[in-house]
């Protein structure tokens, strides 16, 4: 969901927006499992940055489904040197309380 023509979490198509990424494994399974055609021929994995996280993440909670997998540069993690300095706590109640207040906005200056 989110992707192509799929519905958005959303109004603005232009913007994308999920909770977790529990979601995307979520729907990349339901897309298997149920559009898919299942005949026994093996399904090879593509991925990048995003789709490389949540890939990793499926692969991990559905060993066996794909015969390999091919991902680049996998988005696993955000560089936050800036809030490297707070104490774990506090980082991370920073981060939810951005995410609460801006969580559906573009970044500064940014637009459809």
Not at 10 to 33: E, G, M
Not at 54 to 67: D, K, M
């Amino acid at each position: 969901q989110g992707q192509g023509k799929s519905d958005r979490y959303l109004p603005n198509p232009q913007k994308q927006h999920a909770t977790s990424f529990d979601q995307d494994v979520a729907d990349l399974h339901l897309f298997i499992t149920t559009q898919l055609p299942q005949n026994g021929a093996p399904l090879i994995m593509l991925g990048h940055s995003m789709g490389g996280n949540v890939g990793l993440r499926y692969l991990r909670r559905h060993p066996g489904v794909f015969a390999g997998a091919a991902l680049s540069a996998p988005m696993l993690g955000i560089n936050d040197r800036l809030l490297l300095f707070l104490p774990g706590s506090l980082r991370l109640s920073v981060t939810f309380a951005l995410s609460a207040l801006l969580g559906k906005h573009y970044v500064p200056d940014g637009k459809d």
